[in-house]
């Protein structure tokens, strides 16, 4: 863990495209948990 | 050493109409206890009671309560020149601004004084104390008030007011008495300020604060149990019979959305007012070590007033949420009906809310020296704070005449109209909200600079962080927004406000620790902010009370012609919901004379610094 922060420490482009993938994934599952606890499914099916 | 203005009254032995606080209190028990012993002497002819009622009855069977009465135009008195209504409503307005402001500053001002006797900076003890004086002219005024209301009421509405203090007799009666707790519990904080300083007795005199606000927030949370049983009445039938289940009547299904609501407002309303305070003392500062004293005060106001600000749309929501689940029907009046319009002056009104304290913000970082590395940024937020304004209050539907529908095409605006409705003003108010909060960050960075040896990683992941969270908030606008139905609409606000708290939340963690140990850039020069900034500050007190005022009138305006929601009906002559401009104009009188009293409140603090000693009047 610590070898990954050092590395992302030093490489700016790499920790950008890291943290933004984890958050975005992160921001997704919060989505998908508040819509599934009010009972609806994350895509919209017609 | 100059004595503050009440110090000064109090040592003189000239308290005068500073005891009109207890004597008001105790009118207002003898109003209560004087309806419920004659309660039809103010009407001519007998009420009739509802039909089909079965009330509450003792053993004897004898009934205890009887049911909401149903009265004619005859039940309400009247008073020559004067409208009840009007009067009702513009002093239960100007009751509720000022009891406002007294509720939020002591909750402030305890946050404050604990702050100083942590650090042991007495700057913070100082100011606390600044705060709390400008509210005790605003105590008494707020007393003076209430009693005023409550005459209005026994006298404009005698039957609703009896009828409610039936049900609440015990509520009312506690809440009088414990304005004596919260009068002693104040004058004890205020006057022993001084007095009460050192290891022991800061701890005695902050608890004093404590006890403060728990009786402050006790007589709010039972007056808001009164208005939400008029909204969404419990504890009786269907014909308005109590069950006399006093618990049940106040835990009514409005009674903690509004509390949970109103304290949040409170706070960003009392921060506002007392930031006007301070921008008025800084404006009239003759000298720089005043200023820069009113320009740190003014600051922690707007501090309070915007921290308060950002969590209030979500009270907001919750609360006509709430509304709306409790009656469809009060709800679609409420923001589909004749109310809608309304919501627009509200959605201008937040704006600009939002636009002062930003630019209040940008302003204060002339106070650093190191502001400069961020200036550039500035018109980046600005662009895209006033995009999200623009977009907050684009209405759905416009009033046009038959000619304006032609050229449009139909009711709706080509490009502008899918921005009229709530996807977009959730996306719209959540990145205000954001970027409202990087502004905060700038000002917070702008004298600073970080010691820790993983800045340049704490800064991709405070970016990082606020783009995943504006996509992620784009996409639940959008999405479900445009391509979904009702359901998922409404559902996808909630994951959208949670969004925003983490960025929030997130980024205010990594800052305090990146900013932890900081070098500063040099001494902050507090009172270098142009004369503008504090404009902004009135600017911010002014909307916070239009606001108020007009968010007041809707939600009472939507019980329409029901004094208690389907229980108990106003058969008065003003029984009628009043046109859109009428009720502005009735809500911008009872500013313009909210603000003329503050503007007095103000005004004494400055007489009561001046001294004169005219020659060869007194005896030498």
């Known amino acids: ?46 | 050493m100059r004595l503050p203005f009440f110090a000064t009254y109090a040592r003189d032995g000239r308290a005068g109409w500073f005891h009109w606080i207890p004597l008001l209190a105790l009118l207002v028990v003898l109003g209560i206890s004087a309806t419920g012993c004659f309660p039809d002497a103010w009407a001519g002819e007998p009420v009739a009671p509802a039909q089909g009622s079965g009330a509450a009855a003792s053993a004897d069977n004898k009934p205890l309560y009887g049911p909401a009465p149903q009265l004619t135009e005859q039940d309400y008195p009247k008073v020559a020149g004067v409208n009840g209504r009007v009067f009702i409503w513009l002093v239960a307005q100007l009751h509720l601004w000022f009891a406002a402001f007294v509720l939020a500053v002591p909750i402030f001002v305890f946050i404050i004084e604990a702050i100083g006797m942590r650090t042991r900076d007495k700057r913070y003890d100082d100011m606390a104390y600044e705060f709390i004086k400008v509210s005790i002219t605003a105590y008494s005024l707020t007393a003076i008030l209430g009693g005023l209301l409550a005459f209005g009421l026994i006298l404009f509405y005698p039957h609703l007011f009896t009828y409610l203090s039936t049900i609440f007799k015990e509520s009312m009666f506690y809440y009088a008495l414990l304005f004596f707790a919260e009068s002693a519990c104040l004058y004890i904080y205020y006057y022993g300020w001084h007095w009460l300083q050192g290891p022991f007795r800061k701890w005695v005199h902050l608890t004093l604060g404590l006890l403060l606000n728990a009786v402050g927030t006790l007589l709010m949370f039972l007056a808001n149990a009164w208005l939400t049983f008029m909204m969404s009445p419990a504890g009786v039938d269907a014909a308005g019979t109590f069950s006399g289940d006093a618990w049940a009547a106040i835990h009514n299904f409005l009674w903690n959305p509004i509390n949970l609501h109103r304290v949040v407002a409170n706070i960003a309303y009392g921060g506002s007012i007392v930031g006007a305070y301070a921008a008025f003392k800084f404006l009239s500062a003759t000298n720089a070590k005043e200023k820069a004293h009113y320009d740190w005060m003014g600051y922690n106001a707007n501090f309070i007033a915007i921290s308060a600000l950002l969590p209030l749309p979500f009270a907001g929501y919750y609360l006509t949420a709430e509304i709306y689940a409790y009656s469809q029907q009060m709800g679609i009046t409420l923001m589909g009906g004749v109310f809608a319009w309304l919501f627009i002056i509200q959605a201008v009104l937040i704006g600009t809310l939002f636009l002062s304290a930003n630019y209040y913000l940008w302003c204060g970082m002339g106070r650093s020296d190191g502001a400069s590395r961020y200036n550039g940024k500035v018109k980046y937020l600005a662009a895209i704070i006033v995009g999200a304004f623009l977009v907050w209050f684009t209405p759905h539907t416009l009033v046009l005449t038959n000619q304006e529908l032609q050229a449009l095409g139909g009711p709706y605006h080509k490009y502008l109209g899918p921005l009229g409705i709530m996807p977009a003003k959730n996306t719209a108010v959540n990145i205000m909200i954001l970027f409202t909060a990087l502004s905060f960050l700038y000002y917070r960075r702008a004298n600073k600079i970080a010691t820790v040896s993983w800045v340049k990683l704490g800064n991709v992941a405070q970016i990082t962080l606020f783009t995943a969270g504006l996509l992620n908030i784009l996409f639940l606008g959008i999405y479900y927004g445009y391509f979904t139905n009702t359901v998922y609409k409404v559902a996808a606000s909630i994951p959208q406000v949670l969004s925003t708290l983490v960025v929030l939340i997130a980024s205010g963690v990594i800052d305090s620790f990146m900013y932890k140990n900081a070098k500063e850039v040099a001494p902050l020069q507090w009172g270098r902010v142009p004369a503008q900034s504090q404009y902004a500050l009135f600017l911010l007190a002014v909307s916070f009370t239009w606001l108020m005022g007009l968010m007041g009138y809707i939600r009472s305006g939507i019980r329409q012609h029901w004094h208690v929601v389907d229980i108990m009906r106003d058969n008065s002559p003003d029984a009628y919901t009043p046109t859109l401009g009428y009720a502005a104009n009735v809500v911008s009188v009872g500013t313009i004379l909210f603000m003329a009293m503050v503007i007095f409140v103000f005004w004494l603090s400055t007489v009561s610094s001046k001294k004169r000693s005219p020659t060869g009047y007194w005896k030498e």
């Open chain 1, 1 to 46: 863990m610590e070898a990954l922060i050092d590395k992302l420490k030093d490489n700016t482009p790499l920790a950008f495209v890291t943290t933004l993938a984890v958050s975005l994934l992160a921001f997704l599952l919060l989505d998908f948990v508040m819509m599934k606890l009010q009972g609806l499914s994350l895509v919209f099916h017609h």
